[in-house]
């Protein structure tokens, strides 16, 4: 049995994200832990309440009668039986909560909604999705506001072909396995390749090789001029259900250079997002 770890702040895009969390819990016959968080506005010496200590117990009764009010649309919603939805209300930042609830709960996975960064002091800061993207150590599901939700029948999975790939492919099949989906892993080549050519060849190969028996997976290399356009013309013709992708510590160049990519897709794409560490 695996657990679900759902973060809501009770707005259309968590409510939305929830339906994609539900289904997911289905297919993989999970527990779903509801999580909100709730923290302390910022007063000015002139509004800072009488009892600060009741202000905050009357914020976290609040957040306690909407998330059980949440948690019964969501077990009408997604036809799970109540005893496998738990709730819990935390204090604090929300992004910090979220990674640390997670470890604390063992979650096998994070389902989370996002609507991207809305302007650009978001884009420059960071969403709470990119946050807890950075942080936490199990996979995170980011389910865009506008994506459908429908059973994942297509992955596709962007691999970089750095570290271990053949491991990558594997984490993705983990989830699209069970799905019954299929898997197409594809690289994109924009003519700066740090491994060169020939490297890169025997990376291709190998992960065909080691995959060649399995007829849910399909690895292609393809050149471009440029990566994100190379990847968003694929998701085109293609027309996955589910963009995976993968992040790791590297080199300051290369770990600037792949959160221009993922950062690019957690802000404009309409499809799920499947984030996890290699």
């Not at 596709?156 to 989830?175: G, H, I, R």
């Not at 299929?182 to 990376?203: P, W």
């Amino acid at each position: 049995m695996k657990t679900i770890l759902f973060p809501t702040d009770f707005s259309e895009n968590a409510t939305h994200a929830s339906d994609y969390a539900g289904l997911l819990a289905q297919k993989f016959n999970a527990n779903v832990v509801l999580l909100t968080i709730y923290s302390m506005p910022i007063f000015t010496d002139y509004q800072i309440p009488y009892d600060i200590q009741d202000f905050s117990s009357e914020m976290k009764a609040a957040s306690e009668i909407n998330l059980k009010r949440f948690a019964l649309k969501f077990i009408e919603t997604s036809n799970l039986p109540h005893e496998r939805i738990s709730q819990r209300v935390e204090y604090g930042f929300v992004s910090d909560v979220i990674t640390e609830t997670a470890k604390d709960i063992n979650a096998d996975m994070i389902v989370m909604g996002t609507k991207g960064a809305s302007n650009l002091f978001e884009k420059w800061i960071g969403t709470t999705a990119q946050a807890v993207m950075k942080n936490a150590e199990c996979p995170i599901w980011i389910i865009p506001q506008k994506t459908k939700i429908t059973y994942p029948q297509k992955f596709l999975y962007a691999a970089d072909l750095q570290e271990d790939e053949v491991s990558a492919t594997q984490k993705v099949m983990e989830f699209a396995t069970p799905l019954q989906a299929l898997c197409k892993v594809v690289h994109i080549d924009d003519y700066f390749e740090i491994n060169g050519n020939q490297e890169l060849k025997e990376k291709i190969s190998d992960l065909k090789e080691k995959f060649k028996d399995d007829d849910n997976i399909f690895v292609r290399n393809i050149r471009r001029d440029d990566i994100i356009e190379g990847l968003q013309t694929y998701i085109k013709s293609y027309k996955p259900d589910v963009l995976a992708l993968a992040v790791h510590e590297k080199s300051l160049f290369s770990k600037i250079f792949e959160q221009s990519i993922t950062n690019h897709f957690v802000y404009e794409a309409n499809l799920p997002m499947l984030i996890f560490r290699k």
